[in-house]
């Protein structure tokens, strides 16, 4: 018989902040969770995981105040937030001058606030929203956007994406005297 086939196929995978698969990138554009605690607190709830007798686990709501305004009220501002809060504006920009400064980082955030404060003030009464309520819906949204958006300032987000996961492949095949045998074709003697 001739020459055995030899192949060989090297796989190394690189991976950043204990990930360890693609679903990393997911993971970082993943804005779910952070949707779904916004609205947990304008509901004044929590999520309760039990464990029965059994072992079966669940989850359920649990009220630990009253809400910040009417589901009318919460499902539009939970619309507002998921239009900046999304895996799209996230891979934008906002570039910085010679001193780290983002101009456009700064006028974004300062248009937010103003904006939510606004879109609340004009729907105050038909979103049941108490006036003490305000400071405090704005403050939390706040809290939240304003360190998602860093994310963009000098396009250090998609920069990143480059370092989250490494994937580097090498396949190679020799063939014998007869040709490359593969997969018990006609030259697998």
Known sequence: MGEQLESSYNTTTAANIGYNSASALQIRLETREIIENIELFLRGNKIIIEQDDKGKITTKRVSIGASKANDVGIQSILNW??????????????????????????????????NLVTYI????????????????????????????MTRLIDNKERESY??????LEHSAIREGKEGAKFFGGPNNG
């Not at 480059?162 to 994937?167: A, D, P, Q, R, S």
């Open 121 to 148: 003030m004009e729907n105050i009464y038909h979103w049941d929203i108490i006036d003490e309520e305000i400071d405090g819906i704005v403050n939390s949204v706040m809290n939240i956007v304003e360190p998602f």
């Open 162 to 167: 480059e370092h989250t996961v490494k994937h």
């Open 81 to 114: 937030i998921q239009m900046i809060l999304n895996p799209q504006v996230v891979q934008g920009n906002f570039p910085t001058d010679n001193q780290a400064y983002s101009r456009m980082y700064e006028d974004y955030i300062y248009w937010a606030r103003v």
